[in-house]
């Protein structure tokens, strides 16, 4: 007995927020309830004036995200380019994509 059809994988839930770092640099993203059984994948772009800046995921669960945000300035020292320490980034915004495992 044959069959006809093709079978299509079911999608990953997908979400995508927006959010503006504190005094501290953090940006916490919620995620809907029940929306992930796990943790997450999730990727993430910073947006703001001109500057260097680092961001790194801090903590992730499958009901929230927090990233946090550094900027550091440039220094000239002798001719040679090199970055101060970073501190908090206040005021930035952080886009995240979080993609079910």
Do not use: K
Request: hydrophobic share 50%.
């Amino acid at each position: 007995m044959g069959t006809a059809g093709d079978y299509e994988a079911p999608q990953r839930r997908q979400e995508r927020a927006t959010a503006v770092t504190d005094g501290n640099g953090n940006a916490v993203f919620t995620w809907p309830a029940g929306a992930f059984a796990a943790p997450p994948v999730v990727t993430v772009a910073i947006q703001g004036p001109a500057a260097f800046r680092s961001q790194s995921i801090t903590a992730n669960t499958a009901t929230s995200t927090t990233v946090n945000v550094l900027a550091a300035a440039g220094v000239t020292l002798l001719g040679i380019g090199v970055l101060a320490a970073g501190a908090p980034a206040a005021g930035v915004t952080v886009h995240a994509h979080a993609v079910a495992p």
